[in-house]
């Protein structure tokens, strides 16, 4: 943003308003001394420090933060574009109106919070249930930091009508957010436990919009519930029974006899002792924890991102495999709702992390192959590999296409399974109503149990999978820019002038997600496909300032291919995909 392009006059009367209503010091003083330095008229010294004040306060004046793909979510900092204590007061305020004008006369709205261990989310937490309370609500806080599985859990388990988990998941240090649920007698069974979606964005944010300025809006000194050690042990005793019976006849002929090394990382979020307890209780003993990454640090001090998918994210954990010679790696973020999995490859020895879409088919061909309804469903979103629709069809099962994030995915009717290539999968519908990375390290540590005992692994059914379906190949394009706005310009310039082939193929399909796909509700993004199936969706994260492409290209495998075979087109498909991605680097303008 240019600083000429800010007028002082129109913003300082809104930054003034808002300092006045603040309810925490800390980020007034921000704001008061942003102004002071935007207002500066000092010589030519200090101009780029004027400069930046007034760009800075432009970004935080630019809207009240918006419901993304996964709720609220932003920088630390004072004003009505960052995550703050009067932004989560009014925030809180508006879907305490919202829901007062959607629950049966006579019923007293039951909302249940939980909160991971990010800078100021206990706050967070605490400002809520004191607002909530005000409003008349009944609320029940989960004492404690907890992952986000729990929270999701307890919204159906407590049959509450909202749930609110404070969290910015795997996003930076600095940043924190807001997830929202519904539940209860506010919406239909199957929406039950699942994420807003639009339009309830749309009208939770028309009724935040009317909230007084924080410092009027009533907070309650107590009143609230504490739940604690209970909701625990029940997400625990129900997430087991569930994935036992997931895993279903995979376990019942094994032997037991080799142990399953595994090793562990919560990358300093909160799914530590939770996942440690589940696995003992499933029997895995010989489980080595990465020492400085176990405990809760809202610092992220030993990644550059707290995110399993960021490149070295999870550099600790697979030297310390190599060093104990584990047979797999599991890995959470933050909030332990994502789940990434590596594994000792066949075909080098050696331990490979996998991908979201890797993991997600090996998850979806052992869930295919168990007893389901009649009517079930394995869904994906758009971004993820198309591979998943293969394996449903091939055991008589239907699969559903959604737009991005488990507020789509886990309402999708008859769930018998959902994933995203970003790591999260939804193994237990049932229980959670959204991705689980606890679930996923049970799940997984206990499929790969099984395929040990039956000399088997993860690549070797893989490989089995691609030899039934051929070779789906996936990769991803991430680009971060400091303007969000440069994101819809790339893909408005993008769309203005798309590309007429890709990988020497003639493209053969331009859809602008705009305008919706399928019967899709409409989103932003563009979904393009070539004559020879390769496909790339483009799209701004939801979550951080990002522009992604997802790539996909599809190899024909013969069912006998050898794994020597297999490694050929396994390394053939990395060249394509690498010259796939320089393609569309120039193609939206990223060098």
């Known amino acids: 943003m240019n600083p000429d392009d800010v007028d002082l006059s129109e913003l300082e009367p809104a930054v003034e308003a808002w300092i006045e209503g603040d309810i925490d010091g800390q980020t007034a003083g ?58 989560v007061a009014k925030t809180a305020a508006g879907i305490a109106s919202f829901i007062s004008r959607q629950v049966p006369d006579g019923h007293v709205p039951h909302v249940v919070i939980g909160y991971d261990a990010r800078r100021l989310s206990a706050d967070f937490a605490l400002d809520s249930a004191a607002v909530f309370t005000a409003a008349g609500a009944h609320v029940t806080l989960i004492d404690g930091y907890v992952p986000t599985p729990i929270l999701a859990f307890a919204v159906r388990h407590l049959e509450a009508d909202v749930g609110v988990m404070v969290t910015a998941s795997h996003n930076p240090p600095h940043d924190n957010g807001y997830k929202v649920y519904l539940g209860g007698k506010i919406t239909d069974d199957v929406a039950r436990g699942v994420q807003i979606v639009a339009p309830t964005d749309a009208e939770i944010a028309a009724e935040i919009a009317q909230t007084p300025p924080a410092n009027q809006i009533p907070q309650a000194a107590e009143g609230w519930d504490l739940i604690d050690e209970e909701i625990i042990d029940a997400y625990l005793k129900e997430t ?35 996942t440690l307890q589940a696995l003992a209780d499933a029997g895995f003993d010989d489980v080595h924890v990465v020492d400085e990454q176990v405990y809760p640090d809202p610092d992220f001090p030993t990644v550059a991102f707290p995110n399993p998918e960021e490149p070295g994210a999870l550099d600790s954990a697979l030297q310390l495999a190599e060093d104990v010679n584990a047979d797999l790696v599991i890995a959470q973020d933050p909030d332990a709702d994502r789940c990434a999995i590596a594994v000792r490859d066949d075909a080098t020895g050696r331990i490979r992390k996998l991908n979201g879409d890797e993991v997600g088919s090996v998850l979806a061909h052992v869930i295919a192959q168990g007893e389901h309804e009649e009517q079930a469903v394995l869904a994906s979103s758009i971004v993820s590999s198309r591979l998943i629709s293969h394996i449903a069809n091939a055991h008589g099962l239907r ?66 999978v691609y030899r039934e379906h051929g070779y789906f190949a996936t990769e991803q394009l991430s680009a971060r820019f400091v303007n969000t706005s440069a994101i819809d310009d790339r893909i408005a310039n993008f769309l203005a002038s798309p590309p007429t082939e890709l990988l020497g193929q003639p493209v053969t399909e331009v859809i602008d997600l705009a305008t919706g796909l399928n019967d899709l509700p409409p989103t932003a993004g563009v979904w393009i496909t070539t004559n020879a199936n390769t496909r790339v969706v483009i799209r701004p994260s939801g979550t951080e300032p990002k522009l992604k492409s997802y790539l996909e290209i599809v190899q024909p495998v013969s069912p006998n291919a050898s794994d020597q075979t297999l490694q050929t087109v396994f390394e053939e498909s990395r060249t394509k995909l690498a010259t796939l991605k320089s393609e569309l680097a120039r193609a939206l303008n990223l060098y």
């Open 30 to 87: 921000e704001l008061q001394d942003l102004l002071a330095r935007a207002n500066c008229d000092a010589p030519d010294a200090v101009t780029g420090e004027r400069d930046a004040a007034l760009v800075e306060l432009a970004d935080r004046f630019r809207g009240f933060l918006a419901f993304g793909t996964a709720g609220l979510r932003g920088r630390l900092g004072g004003g009505p574009n960052r995550m703050n204590r009067a932004v």
């Open 240 to 274: 087991s029974v569930a994935v036992r019976q997931s895993v279903g006849n995979m376990e019942s002929s094994t032997k037991t006899t080799d142990s399953l090394r595994i090793v562990y990382t919560p990358l300093h979020g909160v799914g530590g002792s939770m």
């Open 399 to 464: 699969h559903q296409l959604t737009l991005t994030g488990f507020k789509w995915i886990a309402r999708v009717p008859h769930l018998a399974y959902g994933y995203e290539e970003a790591l999260g999968y939804c193994l237990t519908p049932r229980v959670v109503a959204d991705k689980d990375g606890i679930a996923t390290a049970i799940f997984a540590a206990r499929v790969a149990r099984a395929l040990k005992d039956r000399g088997q692994s993860f690549t070797s059914v893989l490989n089995d």
